[in-house]
């Protein structure tokens, strides 16, 4: 009884000593913000989609991969360049001018070297970096995330990555910011450790080691619409959920069919259950 009393009263001191440091860590609300994917009915704009792309090819893809995709997923139904004239996505003449950009690296089946050759369709996309320690030399020791399922990976996905993409912020007065950190009020941390000692009022928030990135026309859209910095966020953010999705909208279709179908059956299955016994006592 007395081990089983002090074995209780160890756990009870740890998760004392750890609830503090759990709840020190703070960070902003995320922002409100509609997209147009949201909820069962809800589908990805098409425009917005080939804008993200745009986003992610300019800026994101400088640092960040999309490994689970491949350049023919741009061209299937639901994608950002799906077009239904062609019978498949690697016919797709968007998808054959964006991998003219590309090579990747494969192995030569005559003399088992190491060669790089034009991309295909079927290819994933290539990442920015040969391997994990060349990214991170890159960037200062932090190694860029890859995008792929970002949006499902985080809590309040769309929003959390919308927040941080427009969220950086001066640092507050008095605060100690590391070498190669910016602080933004959306990230995750604690900031205890970086302000002056008994200081009131710690701020919410955290560091994070990507600098700012998107800014008002820092990309140029082709359908005319304004490149602010919201603008460009919230594209990215729709793509970068279109790709941790793809099949997204094709799924929500073939459940609003299922749905009415479900529903139809009840209808017939409820009047063939009073036509059949309705002279039969209950």
Same mark, same amino acid.
């Given at each position: 009884?007395?081990?089983?009393?002090?074995?209780?009263?160890?756990?009870?001191?740890?998760?004392?000593?750890v609830?503090?440091?759990?709840?020190?860590?703070?960070?902003?609300?995320?922002?409100?913000?509609?997209?147009?994917?949201?909820?069962?009915?809800?589908r990805?704009?098409?425009?917005?989609?080939?804008?993200?792309?745009?986003?992610?090819?300019?800026?994101?893809?400088?640092?960040?991969?999309?490994?689970?995709?491949? =350049?023919? *997923?741009?061209?299937? #139904? !639901?994608?950002?360049?799906?077009?239904?004239?062609?019978? @498949?996505? $690697?016919?797709?003449?968007v998808?054959?001018?964006?991998?003219?950009?590309?090579?990747?690296?494969?192995?030569?089946?005559?003399?088992?070297?190491?060669?790089?050759?034009p991309?295909?369709?079927?290819?994933?996309?290539?990442?920015p970096?040969?391997?994990?320690?060349?990214?991170?030399?890159a960037?200062?020791?932090?190694?860029?995330p890859d995008?792929?399922?970002?949006?499902?990976?985080?809590?309040?996905?769309?929003?959390?990555?919308?927040?941080i993409?427009?969220?950086?912020?001066?640092?507050?007065?008095?605060?100690?910011?590391?070498?190669g950190? =910016?602080? *933004?009020?959306?990230? #995750? !941390?604690?900031?205890?450790?970086?302000?002056?000692?008994? @200081?009131? $009022?710690?701020p919410?928030?955290?560091?994070?080691?990507?600098?700012?990135?998107?800014?008002?026309?820092?990309?140029?859209?082709?359908?005319?619409?304004?490149?602010?910095?919201?603008?460009?966020?919230?594209?990215?953010?729709?793509?970068?959920?279109?790709?941790?999705?793809?099949?997204?909208?094709?799924?929500?279709?073939?459940?609003?069919?299922?749905?009415?179908?479900?529903?139809?059956?009840?209808?017939?299955?409820?009047?063939?259950?009073?036509?059949?016994?309705?002279?039969?006592?209950?």
């Open positions: 009884m007395l081990r089983k009393a002090l074995v209780i009263a160890a756990v009870l001191g740890v998760a004392c000593a609830q503090p440091a759990a709840a020190a860590t703070t960070q902003k609300a995320p922002k409100d913000v509609h997209w147009s994917f949201e909820g069962p009915l809800g990805f704009d098409q425009e917005q989609l080939q804008r993200g792309y745009k986003v992610y090819h300019d800026v994101c893809s400088a640092c960040h991969s999309l490994k689970l995709m491949s =350049y023919r *997923n741009l061209g299937q #139904p !639901g994608g950002p360049f799906y077009d239904p004239k062609y019978k @498949t996505p $690697n016919d797709n003449a998808v054959k001018a964006i991998i003219k950009d590309f090579s990747v690296a494969d192995i030569d089946s005559d003399t088992g070297d190491t060669i790089k050759r991309a295909t369709p079927a290819d994933a996309f290539v990442s970096f040969p391997n994990e320690y060349a990214a991170r030399a960037n200062g020791g932090a190694l860029p995008l792929s399922l970002i949006i499902k990976a985080r809590e309040d996905g769309p929003q959390y990555v919308y927040s993409l427009t969220g950086y912020a001066p640092p507050p007065a008095g605060m100690t910011v590391p070498p950190k =910016y602080y *933004n009020p959306y990230m #995750p !941390g604690d900031m205890t450790a970086f302000m002056p000692p008994n @200081t009131a $009022n710690v919410v928030g955290g560091f994070i080691a990507m600098p700012l990135q998107l800014t008002d026309n820092r990309v140029s859209y082709d359908d005319g619409v304004p490149a602010t910095q919201a603008q460009e966020a919230k594209d990215v953010v729709a793509f970068l959920a279109w790709a941790s999705e793809p099949h997204a909208d094709e799924r929500k279709k073939l459940g609003l069919a299922v749905m009415i179908y479900l529903g139809l059956f009840a209808i017939v299955l409820y009047a063939s259950y009073r036509t059949i016994w309705r002279k039969v006592g209950h």
